[in-house]
T-cell receptor, first 113, second 112 residues
Framework: EAQVTQNPRYLITVTGKKLTVTCSQNMNHEYMSWYRQDPGLGLRQIYYSMNVEVTDKGDVPEGYKVSRKEKRNFPLILESPSPNQTSLYFC????????????FGSGTRLTVV | AQSVTQLDSHVSVSEGTPVLLRCNYS??????LFWYVQHPNKGLQLLLKYTSAATLVKGINGFEAEFKKSETSFHLTKPSAHMSDAAEYFC??????????FGSGTRLLVRP
């Protein structure tokens, strides 16, 4: 089944403890990106990647890192999480420019205390 | 810059009646537009997409949308609402750097 898989689905962590949210797609998509969803602010792009070893900042990149060493994986790294990073995170992927639509993962609900 | 405006934050309909969720867009060129649905505690699912082919686009679960350039609109419709349609719906446009620009969302409530 074609899908984007995120792990974990739920995570509670403490301020400052490094964490990684994994994202993997099995559709050979070039384009991958991370979004966060917050009440009243909607969905905002954090980082995106147009292909292996090519990443760039989105609208809200502060406090996050990404890497794209393989085409299928695009992990989101929080080096020192803070409470303002408590949010619902989505990974998405698409072919080339995305004009045929993105496939989203099921989301990761992160709470930083 | 591309943007989308969803005109209603909440829409309430009775089961079996038509659904209309409104979206206006702003774009300096012919846009690619999408509707996504998010059920509670679920991810985002693509309902349908417009990519400059037919102006009337059919999607999954009986939904369709019509692209009207003169009105800069891309409203989502369904002839008959089902209880399972209750969810949040997002109108989305792609910008020049392939980023998705989301509308603020419309929460659809379906009354029995």
């Amino acid at each position: 089944e074609a899908q984007v898989t995120q792990n974990p689905r739920y995570l509670i962590t403490v301020t400052g403890k490094k964490l990684t949210v994994t994202c993997s797609q099995n559709m050979n998509h070039e384009y991958m990106s991370w979004y966060r969803q917050d009440p009243g602010l909607g969905l905002r792009q954090i980082y995106y990647s147009m292909n292996v070893e090519v990443t760039d900042k989105g609208d809200v990149p502060e406090g996050y890192k990404v890497s794209r060493k393989e085409k299928r994986n695009f992990p989101l790294i929080l080096e020192s999480p803070s409470p303002n990073q408590t949010s619902l995170y989505f990974c998405a992927s698409s072919l080339s420019s995305g004009h045929m639509g993105y496939t989203f993962g099921s989301g990761t609900r992160l709470t930083v205390v | 810059a591309q943007s989308v405006t969803q005109l209603d934050s909440h829409v309430s309909v009775s089961e079996g009646t038509p659904v209309l969720l409104r979206c206006n867009y702003s774009s300096s060129y012919s846009p690619s537009l999408f509707w996504y649905v998010q059920h509670p505690n679920k991810g985002l699912q693509l309902l349908l997409k417009y990519t400059s082919a037919a102006t009337l686009v059919k999607g999954i679960n009986g939904f369709e949308a019509e692209f009207k350039k003169s009105e800069t609109s891309f409203h989502l419709t369904k002839p008959s609402a089902h209880m399972s349609d209750a969810a949040e719906y997002f109108c989305v446009v792609i910008d020049s750097s392939y980023k998705l620009i989301f509308g603020s969302g419309t929460r659809l409530l379906v009354r029995p």
